[in-house]
Nanobody
Framework: VQLQASGGGLVQPGGSLTLSCAPS????????MAWYRQAPGKQRELVAL???????EYVRSVKGRFTISRDNAKNTVYLRMNSLQPEDTGVYFC????????WGQGTQVTVSS
């Protein structure tokens, strides 16, 4: 299964973006999923997760600004990012909560004025 993340781009500080993640080339159904990011020169970190239901958790640095959600009908997971800051810059990936699927290429988010 390939997880395709999209929706990244260049945004000014304070701006917003919505990322999407959907599997391609398989019948994989997204359930418990997470968004990760890798900032330049840093290790990949988990920033948000959603379980089989609607329970969500966030890393402290994005709590109150980011919202993870899942549309079961569209088999897609989203990450709504508000009040973006330069430190949110990085490549964003989606995967299971334990990172068990092959990592896709991710989508680049750059926050800069």
């Amino acid at each position: 299964v390939q997880l395709q993340a999209s929706g990244g781009g260049l945004v000014q500080p304070g701006g917003s973006l919505t990322l999407s993640c959907a599997p391609s080339g398989s019948h994989y159904r997204v359930r418990s999923m997470a968004w990760y990011r890798q900032a330049p020169g840093k290790q990949r970190e988990l920033v948000a997760l959603i379980d089989d239901g609607t329970n969500t958790e966030y890393v402290r640095s994005v709590k109150g600004r980011f919202t993870i959600s899942r549309d079961n009908a569209k088999n897609t997971v989203y990450l709504r990012m508000n009040s973006l800051q330069p430190e949110d810059t990085g490549v964003y990936f989606c995967n299971t909560m334990t990172g068990t699927l092959p990592w896709g290429q991710g989508t680049q988010v750059t926050v800069s004025s």
